[in-house]
């Protein structure tokens, strides 16, 4: 989890009109971020996002090479020989490196030049994208197109790369663990870390204010918070932040308000939460002037059905929100698949607002876009990707659980620190 440091105010804009990439490049200055480590460590397809949410320009040193020698890498080792391909690449890193701001995504060897290293180490921040064996060679064992695993036992080959390399990779200014997963996830791991090495301690800054944005940051009333976590899911303009922490849903309308001003919001829920949470909510929207409605259904599985979804479907449509409207998820698993469905497919696609009240949805199923509903063959058999555009994990509706619904959420928290992250775990 990230601190509470804003990219924007989830208007999904990326590129440096976001102020948490515009940060990050001003305090790059000419420098550019040249991202090295193994093959299969994922340096092209994350230096590419990368670039984008940086909005910077993007260089892939082996694709360079190709199109200076107008022949493959491959080709290259044939016809010539490593030794000509590493003076390539000495002088394309040279080339490149001769300008930035930039991205760049080194080929597996650039580093262990000395006098590449040197000349990244004046006009760069070097990322190195640490994998382990295991990960690389699942990545790389069925692609050709590396001369130097052409041996008879690659796997062995990258082992021996590893055992040479890594100690001069460790030079790195930055190292980033290449975990498996979306790229989104590596893209924003290399984010994280390049502002820990670059900016000062985050001074939890009050969201940005869209351009045009006619509400004043006074008028959003919502004052800084140091303690509330975001953390950003990069998924370009579809990009959204989770906010974390306690009282967030008396926030909701102010924070719903500046993500669509103007706009109807109905909330769906069901009994128990609306029992506990629905005034609150309720309050908050109505404080924030936002028009507002809201669907209870029963509590449970069961209301991931079709006759349900059809419910809900209608009373949302009842409300008349428009497409601008804003459909709200207010409970667990149940609710946020339900409504994300039904926001999914209303109106062609409406923008739905995660508020999850159990552990299970905080950590779990708001985020990533899963929705859908039951069907008599199955669970989850008709969905549909559908992002929020915002969640808010209000830390305090935690209170409200039951024991064995607290326990059932942190089995999942410890997954995740068994599967990628040991310090975590601990
Ligand atoms: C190499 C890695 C390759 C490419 C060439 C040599 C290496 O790039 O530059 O095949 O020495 O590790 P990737 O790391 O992008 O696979």
Not at 43 to 64: H, I, M, N
Not at 172 to 198: C, F, N, W
Not at 334 to 348: P, Q
Request: charged letters at 20%.
């Amino acid at each position: 989890m990230t601190d509470c440091f804003f990219l924007d105010a989830g208007n999904g804009k990326t590129g440096v009109s976001n102020p948490r990439a515009a940060a990050l490049v001003s305090a790059l200055g000419r420098r550019s971020i040249v991202l090295i480590g193994l093959m299969g460590s994922g340096k092209s397809s994350t230096g590419r996002r990368l670039a984008q949410e940086l909005g910077l320009p993007f260089f892939d040193t082996d694709a360079e090479i190709e199109s200076a020698a107008g022949m493959p890498i491959t080709e290259i080792f044939a016809q010539h020989g490593e030794e000509y391909f590493r003076d390539g690449e000495r002088r394309v890193m040279a080339r490149i490196l001769s300008e930035g701001p930039r991205v760049v995504a080194t080929g597996g060897g650039a580093f262990m030049n000395a006098e590449t290293r040197a000349r990244i180490a004046s006009s760069g921040i070097s990322v190195w994208l640490k994998a382990d064996l295991d990960v690389l060679w699942r990545r790389v064992r069925k692609r050709t197109h590396r001369p130097l695993l052409h041996g008879d036992n690659p796997e062995e080959i990258l082992r021996k790369l590893m055992d040479e390399r890594y100690p001069v990779y460790a030079e790195a200014d930055v190292t980033v663990v290449s975990r498996d997963g979306p790229h989104d996830l590596a893209v924003m791991d290399v984010i994280e870390a390049l502002e820990r090495h670059l900016l000062p301690a985050p001074q939890f800054p009050a969201p940005a204010i869209p351009p045009g944005d006619t509400t004043s940051k006074a008028a959003s009333g919502l004052p800084p918070r140091a303690d509330c976590a975001e953390v950003r899911v990069v998924l370009g303009p579809r990009s959204y932040s989770i906010f974390i922490g306690s009282g967030l849903l008396g926030e909701a309308g102010r924070r719903i308000q500046q993500l669509a001003p103007q706009a109807a919001c109905a909330i769906v829920t069901d009994e128990n939460v609306a029992a506990l949470y629905l005034p609150a909510a309720e309050k908050s929207l109505a404080d924030a002037g936002i028009k507002y409605s809201s669907v209870v259904v029963p509590p449970g599985e069961g209301s991931k059905s079709f006759e349900i979804y059809a419910k809900v479907c209608n009373d949302l449509l009842k409300a008349r929100p428009g497409r601008s409207g804003i459909v709200a998820a207010l409970g667990g698993g149940v609710i946020g698949d339900l409504a994300g469905f039904a926001a999914a497919t209303l109106l062609r696609g409406m923008r739905f607002v995660q508020m999850p009240t159990t552990l299970l949805a905080q950590v779990d199923s708001s985020v990533g876009g899963k929705t859908g509903i039951n069907a008599p063959h199955g669970k989850n058999l008709v969905g549909a990707f559908h992002q929020p555009s915002l969640v808010l994990a209000d830390t305090g509706t935690l209170e409200s659980l039951p024991l064995r619904e607290l326990r059932a959420g942190y089995a999942e928290v410890v997954k995740y620190g068994l599967i990628g992250d040991a310090a975590f775990f601990a």
